[in-house]
């Protein structure tokens, strides 16, 4: 940050997209495997936020922009290191916001949903291992999921079109739309049908 500082003058934006996936059931889950997804996915925004957020308040301008999941907005059985995190972050985001604006400054929160990148081949960080519920419920999405997910280029263009809107809460794409209105407007029934699919995948 302070060589950006020092080479432009300014930060005018901050996407704040580090994130590891980290998934399981919790009962197969160690304290390592918690430790490390928080670290990453929850310290690394609030590492970021603490080093821009106050070169933005002195310039009086700036936009930070979180990166979160759906998995933050909604219930995700199997991922649920992973979205304790990732909900960390759309609170962090939408309550800064409130703090920011006095400043001048702006702050969103992106909330993909399934998003063709490599975190769905790469599982738990390799010193920790997978589990064995993760590889089944990963080899599952593959075959359902993946199927419709988004390219990044275009989600690119999205998230970027709704940051200049200056909107809070970025939430693509329309599948994923559809799914945090419906845990809104319905949230036991995508409850019920988060535990329908785990007995899918797993059994019981």
């Given at each position: 940050m302070q060589r950006v500082v020092g080479e432009h003058g300014r930060i005018d934006l901050l996407f704040n997209n580090a994130g590891i996936g980290m998934g399981g059931e919790v009962a197969e889950l160690t304290l390592a495997h918690w430790d490390r997804v928080i670290d990453v996915n929850l310290q690394g925004v609030v590492h970021g936020v603490a080093a821009a957020y106050p070169v933005m308040i002195r310039q009086g301008s700036g936009h930070i922009v979180n990166t979160a999941s759906l998995a933050g907005l909604i219930p995700s059985p199997m991922l649920t290191p992973y979205a304790a995190t990732k909900h960390g972050v759309v609170g962090l985001s939408t309550s800064l916001r409130g703090e920011a604006a006095r400043h001048g400054v702006r702050v969103s929160v992106v909330c993909p949903g399934i998003i063709a990148t490599p975190i769905w081949e790469k599982g738990n960080p390799d010193d920790l291992g997978d589990?064995?519920?993760?590889?089944?419920?990963?080899?599952?999405?593959?075959?359902?999921?993946?199927?419709?997910?988004?390219?990044?280029?275009?989600?690119?263009?999205?998230?970027?079109?709704?940051?200049?809107?200056?909107?809070?809460?970025?939430?693509?794409?329309?599948?994923?739309?559809?799914?945090?209105?419906?845990?809104?407007?319905?949230?036991?029934?995508?409850?019920?049908?988060?535990?329908?699919?785990?007995?899918?995948?797993?059994?019981?």
């Open positions: 589990t064995p519920s993760l590889r089944a419920g990963l080899e599952a999405a593959k075959s359902t999921l993946l199927r419709r997910a988004y390219r990044p280029e275009s989600h690119a263009g999205d998230v970027l079109a709704d940051v200049a809107r200056n909107r809070p809460l970025i939430v693509a794409t329309s599948h994923a739309r559809t799914a945090w209105r419906l845990y809104r407007l319905a949230p036991r029934l995508l409850a019920d049908c988060g535990s329908t699919m785990v007995r899918r995948v797993l059994g019981g």
